[in-house]
């Protein structure tokens, strides 16, 4: 749940598949490995889950008034049990423990190659590349500084490795205004996501 | 009820005295917690100013047993946003269980209800925020050509919320717009008076439903363990007691006397299924056994329901209620469901 819950509160309630193009459209990177992404998994079966409701013991009916209208599901042939609480509604819990568990399921059967382990690892890329940007751009501001400082101060007396990386470094950025405007767009939706 | 321990209350201290605060009203952690969510989620959609003070205050208020769903002023109840005031019952989750069950029930065609095959008329006595009725209609209108479900209540303040539910639900798109073919109201009516078997009776009956009050006095009065505190102190024992201006039938308890006239109501109506919600196992009995008595016909099919009767049985619960019957002999029930015995269900023959 969690994968979703994350951008989707910023966005208008649209289901999480329409939300996706919005989503990469702020970004080159896995458009295609987000449209290759494995179907949703479907809850197993009814005949497959033990269902349970978190009832104290002694009476309920008119006697008491429960808020509580937790959901515990067990799936019987692997043994994995989840647990909502989300809402005070018991048919919306019932049906958000079905899809975490349609979830786990997934994740127990297929491992690495389920819906949420590629989701992940299409994120941690996004991730990854991201924090490889920024840090590229701030070690490029900070060079840029020093350099400035290195003018003002006018002391050249820097080993020539350091300069020979700096230089490297400028013309790896030969379009920096572009990048540097496509950092900025980016950052923001992935501050969502994560 | 035992005493909340000194390192629960630190614990929840620890969370934010918010939680401490609601401690007492739910009696553990988690349920604390999620009430504050639910709490905090209603305070940030209001236009209140000093929200955390509200937050605060409202938390105290929970507390003290004041019942959560009239401080949001909603229960959810399947796909419905059943709006709860101060003087009106409010919806249980088993009341939800069984409504939806019955609806399962009438759409799988094994009532083999209605005279023609498309329609249904529906009644549910003692209607109070007009949950049942709503359910059912949100439910089965797709189902039929022409539904006719019909809320009947005493209260004032109950039909006035009945019906404002109606509108909430219909405005929020939960039930569809007013349809010619198709009919939901709320009437008020003691259904004590002989007048609404009158009205009712030139109608085709179904289905009866009803969650009359059903808790005896004594243990209105008493608690004992058997009546939750925040029920006794807020919520209206009009819905939860019977009341004592009516004469109890010869045989029949005090605490069951909404049963004696809601059979009684039936003998006219004659309704094809009837749907009550009980107190407990013994209550169960008792009126069951008064129903064998009075139809000593064999074409009718009693079944006891427990809480959720969609549910398998849970280890090792009785799957039949003994029944004893005046004569000295005994009648077995069948049982479904998990949780404890809710209610009563009579399939009768035509």
Same mark, same amino acid.
């Given at each position: 749940m969690s994968r979703s819950i994350g951008f989707l509160t910023t966005l208008p309630l649209v289901p999480s598949t329409r939300a996706i193009p919005r989503f990469h459209s702020f970004s080159t990177l896995g458009a295609a490995l987000l449209k290759n992404l494995p179907p949703r998994p479907k809850p197993p079966p009814d005949s497959e889950i033990e269902e349970s409701y978190l009832k104290g013991s002694g009476p309920g009916g008119q006697k008491i008034n429960k808020t509580n209208s937790a959901v515990q599901l067990k799936h019987i042939p692997t043994g994995i049990v989840v647990k909502s609480q989300a809402t005070r509604s018991r048919s919306q819990n019932r049906k958000l423990a079905r899809e975490i568990l349609a979830q786990k399921v997934d994740e127990f059967i297929n491992g690495d190659q389920s819906r949420s382990a590629i989701v992940g690892a299409i994120k941690k890329k996004k991730a990854d590349s991201a924090a490889k940007k920024s840090r590229r751009k701030y070690r490029r501001l900070e060079e840029e500084e020093e350099v400035a400082n290195a003018e003002v101060a006018a002391t050249l007396e820097d080993n020539p490795d350091e300069i020979a990386e700096q230089s490297s470094d400028t013309t790896n950025l030969g379009r920096i205004p572009n990048i540097g405007i496509h950092n900025n767009y980016r950052l923001e939706p992935l501050h969502w996501a994560t | 009820m035992p005493r909340i321990s000194p390192w629960l209350f630190r614990k929840a201290n620890r969370h934010s005295p918010n939680v401490a605060a609601l401690l007492p009203a739910c009696r553990d952690l988690p349920s604390a917690i999620n009430e504050l969510r639910w709490l905090k989620e209603h305070v940030n959609g209001t236009a209140h100013l000093a929200k955390g003070s509200l937050l605060a205050r409202l938390c105290k208020k929970r507390g003290q047993g004041y019942p959560l769903q009239y401080i949001l002023g909603s229960q959810p109840f399947g796909p419905l946003d059943i709006k709860c005031r101060s003087g009106v019952l409010i919806p249980r989750p088993e009341t939800e269980a069984y409504t939806y069950h019955l609806a399962d029930l009438i759409k799988s065609g094994s009532?083999?209800?209605?005279?023609?095959?498309h329609d249904l008329s529906v009644v549910d006595f003692c209607t109070g925020t007009g949950c049942i009725p709503l359910l059912l209609y949100a439910l089965l209108y797709q189902k039929f050509d022409h539904l006719n479900v019909l809320g009947v209540d005493i209260s004032t303040q109950a039909i006035k919320l009945a019906r404002g539910n109606i509108d909430h639900n219909t405005r929020l798109g939960n039930l569809p717009d007013l349809q010619l073919n198709h009919g939901l109201d709320i009437m008020q009516e @003691?259904?004590?008076? @002989?007048e609404v078997i009158e009205k009712l009776k030139g109608r085709n009956w179904d289905v009866m439903v009803s969650n009359p009050p059903y808790i005896s006095r004594r243990a209105w009065n008493h608690g004992g363990g058997q009546v939750g505190y925040s029920v006794r102190k807020y919520e209206p024992s009009l819905a939860l007691v019977p009341r004592d201006d009516v004469p109890i039938p010869v045989n029949w308890n005090h605490e069951d006397i909404f049963y004696a006239r809601l059979l009684k109501i039936a003998r006219h109506l004659k309704p094809r299924a009837i749907l009550l919600e009980i107190g407990d196992k013994e209550q169960a009995r008792r009126v069951i056994s008064q129903f064998l008595q009075n139809n000593p016909s064999a074409n009718s099919e009693v079944q006891v329901w427990r809480d959720w009767p969609d549910l398998a049985s849970a280890g090792d619960k009785d799957c039949l209620l003994e029944i004893p019957m005046q004569d000295g002999s005994s009648r077995a029930i069948p049982i479904q469901g998990d949780g404890n015995i809710r209610s009563i269900f009579i399939k009768l023959g035509a």
């Open positions: - | 009532l083999k209800i209605g005279g023609s095959k @003691d259904i004590f008076h @002989d």
